[in-house]
């Protein structure tokens, strides 16, 4: 199977040149849209009727992986190849300036670039890449860097022969002779296990299958544990037990997680005394723990599960550590636990609850205790000695930033790892001595092709009031020779769901924009956790139109106080952030002149009520159950399939997978048949399908980014910069 990407673009080109006046009339006149097959479906719910006329593009696995395809498969098949042909012709003129852009992108990539070694159980890892290479080297070195190099995995040389290729779940044997591995190649995130021997470079005929690439070792170096996800939904649901030399048929089941509302998963301590299964949801988690020199033995919870009650375990000497919410901590603190009395009675505070900083996570050593915080939106790491000898935050300077500790496998060390980056700033992997306060910089991202100089870059943040009174953060950066005015294109950027964060980084492709005159704006909106966990609390169920009108109303923002205006304001978002573009539009299109929702969540109420499609009952905390009538009918009012009206949209560019296991392609392929349908605006609307990958895009980093650059051309068009 090839790989679908739909891309629809909506394009109103209002062009000042004579240049960009032909482009226009030469795209509207390229070739003729195509026109989606209507056939009436009625869906009832709480006495309300919902005509969805395009419900047949829905196809099943077993449709779309069949060697002859039945009619409706053909017909779906027919309808987007069409929109193939049309996207190409449409975008012809754009082809070449696409393929330099690349190259742009590309030229600023060290090929030949490598990992910061890091060292566990006596080798020290490494991931590098070749010139030319697609993919990444997995390799060990024993000792000391000097010693001879081991190949552990070329995966550019496993990936020969697959349009997708991921390989991941990279685990080792206490005594470092066996490797379990994961590979994907449908991009539907069902990962398939296997293990290698690394002292003869055998790969065992043990094909564990319907995974999710996650899996741990026993100490006895020979016992795995797994888990597999249900076959239809896709939910990781059982963990299994497995012994070398045994027929997979013969694989234990430890634990079935009944809940269709969790999830599981396995790991392992860091003290690698303890082999850990986690259930999780979105408001409650339960763990089990067995030692991992008795893997045949059974697993005790260390605290049962209740309803708003969230909590993370690590193991350190005789006590549990424990990362919660309990006493209603909303911002989370730190406990521990002895570990013979583990539930939530025996818990004390280690780290209390503070109003004003989120506590994200943890890292343990034999001497130090490392915390991850957030306090007005900014990260702090915190380190603090077990005898509490010293308790001091690592200083950082800029305005905003990026920075996160690595996983630091080692425990017995004063050395912790950790990267920093800015909007402005590459980045850096630094070693900081704990003990001395020492830093050596182990390596800094290198921006090739002669051009770059963070210098010529400004960042800064700006709190932007919303219509609520609450202050929303909205970073941005630009080149210092950027003259802002109307005329400035703007590209704002949000996700705003689950809670997640996106950083102010660095990107060496978003140069590429900043250098022809693009302003970058990623706006912290509500639904993430930029100011705290209420911040994410009050951007979701019947609080979700919150993320929407944070976003708006950064834009009026830029547009209000002359960064921009609308014939020159973007918007971009992907999967619950293609969500986020899809409600945008629908409730102020007037603002945008272009927008890119990718893979877009965007027939919510179909999805959410379908509990066959992967991710939904695990969702029900996120965006409500919509078998609930309040729920139903609010998350009818802003799903952006169910919205869509008759009047004029900004120009859009939507992307998607036909593998897609997150966001299944017919949401937006439908989406797009919709709009073409009531839009009364003149505007182009192209659909691209690529075939060969899912929610995530493309596998090989080149590919990826032929993706970006394909994006960034359809905004570079729209503001006539279709010039190197």
């Excluded at 396995?266 to 850990?276: D, N």
């Excluded at 009031?465 to 005015?485: E, F």
Aim: net charge negative.
């Amino acid at each position: 199977m090839k790989k679908i990407i739909l891309t629809i673009i909506v394009l109103n080109l209002t062009f000042a040149s004579c240049k960009k006046e032909r482009m226009e009339n030469d795209i509207k006149t390229a070739a003729k849209a195509p026109i989606a097959e209507k056939q009436l479906t009625k869906l009832e719910k709480h006495g309300d009727v919902r005509v969805d006329n395009y419900f047949w593009m829905r196809l099943t696995d077993d449709q779309k992986n069949a060697e002859v395809k039945d009619e409706q498969t053909q017909k779906v098949y027919d309808y987007l190849n069409a929109e193939n042909d049309y996207y190409d012709k449409m975008t012809a003129e754009t082809k070449t300036f696409q393929e330099e852009l690349f190259e742009e992108m590309k030229g600023r990539i060290k090929e030949d670039d490598e990992s910061v070694p890091y060292k566990e159980n006596g080798y020290y890892y490494i991931t590098r890449y070749e010139i030319g290479g697609q993919y990444p080297i997995y390799s060990r070195k024993k000792g000391t860097l000097e010693a001879e190099e081991e190949i552990l995995f070329d995966v550019n040389k496993e990936a020969e022969g697959y349009d997708y290729f991921q390989l991941g779940g990279l685990n080792i044997t206490l005594d470092n002779k066996l490797a379990v591995f994961a590979v994907d190649t449908l991009s539907r995130r069902q990962y398939t296990l296997q293990v290698k021997n690394l002292e003869t470079g055998e790969i065992y005929a043990d094909k564990i299958e319907n995974t999710t690439g996650g899996s741990v070792w026993a100490n006895d170096n020979k016992t795995l544990f797994y888990t597999k996800k249900d076959p239809v939904t896709l939910r990781s649901s059982q963990i299994y037990r497995h012994t070398l030399g045994t027929d997979v048929s013969e694989d234990v089941l430890v634990f079935e997680e009944e809940d269709e509302t969790f999830s599981v998963f396995v790991t392992k301590s860091k003290s690698k005394k303890y082999i850990i299964v986690g259930s999780f949801s979105t408001v409650s988690n339960e763990y089990q723990v067995l030692e991992a020199d008795e893997p045949k033995g059974a697993f005790r919870i260390i605290q049962p599960r209740e309803r708003d009650l969230e909590y993370d375990i690590a193991h350190y000497k005789d006590h549990f550590y424990i990362r919660t919410n309990k006493d209603g901590a909303t911002n989370f603190k730190l406990m521990k636990t002895p570990e013979t009395k583990t539930t939530k009675e025996n818990w004390v505070d280690v780290i209390p609850h503070r109003e004003d900083t989120f506590f994200e996570d943890f890292s343990i050593f034999k001497d130090y205790l490392v915390l991850e915080e957030r306090n007005e939106g900014l990260n702090k790491i915190r380190i603090k000695r077990w005898d509490d000898t010293a308790d001091y935050y690592l200083p950082f300077d800029e305005e905003t930033y990026s920075v996160g500790v690595y996983s630091n496998p080692e425990f017995d060390t004063d050395v912790i790892r950790y990267s920093y980056n800015s909007m402005t700033t590459p980045n850096s992997v630094i070693d900081f001595n704990m003990k001395d306060k020492s830093k050596d910089v182990k390596k800094e991202q290198e921006v090739l092709g002669g051009k770059f100089n963070k210098n010529n870059y400004i960042s800064k943040r700006i709190w932007v009031p919303a219509r609520d009174g609450k202050k929303i953060a909205l970073s941005i950066v630009y080149h210092k020779d950027t003259q802002i005015n109307k005329n400035t294109p703007v590209l704002q950027y949000a996700y705003g769901s689950y809670g997640y964060t996106v950083s102010d980084g660095f990107s060496t492709t978003r140069l590429s924009l900043l250098d022809r005159g693009f302003i970058f704006a990623l706006a912290h909106i509500r639904g993430g956790q930029y100011l705290g966990r209420e911040w994410y609390e009050d951007g979701k169920m019947l609080n979700k139109k919150n993320t929407f009108t944070d976003f708006i109303d950064c834009s009026k923002y830029l547009i209000d106080n002359g960064y921009t205006s609308p014939q020159h304001l973007y918007a971009m978002g992907g999967s619950a952030g293609g969500l986020l573009m899809g409600a945008i539009i629908n409730m102020n299109p007037e603002l945008y002149n272009g927008v890119i929702a990718a893979v877009p969540f965007v027939d919510v109420i179909s999805t959410m009520l379908d509990d066959s499609i992967p991710l939904t009952t695990g969702e029900y905390d996120e965006w409500g159950n919509p078998n609930d009538k309040e729920y139903y009918e609010y998350i009818k009012s802003y799903s952006p399939y169910d919205q869509v009206e008759a009047k004029a949209y900004p120009n859009m560019l939507v992307t998607t997978g036909l593998h897609d296991s997150q966001v299944q392609y017919w949401e937006p392929a439908k989406w797009v048949a919709k709009l073409r349908e009531v839009k009364t605006d003149s505007n182009l609307l192209f659909l691209h399908t690529n075939m060969e990958a899912g929610h995530g895009g493309a596998s090989g980093r080149f590919d990826a980014l032929k993706e970006t650059a394909e994006e960034y051309t359809f905004f570079l068009m729209l503001e006539g910069k279709l010039e190197k």
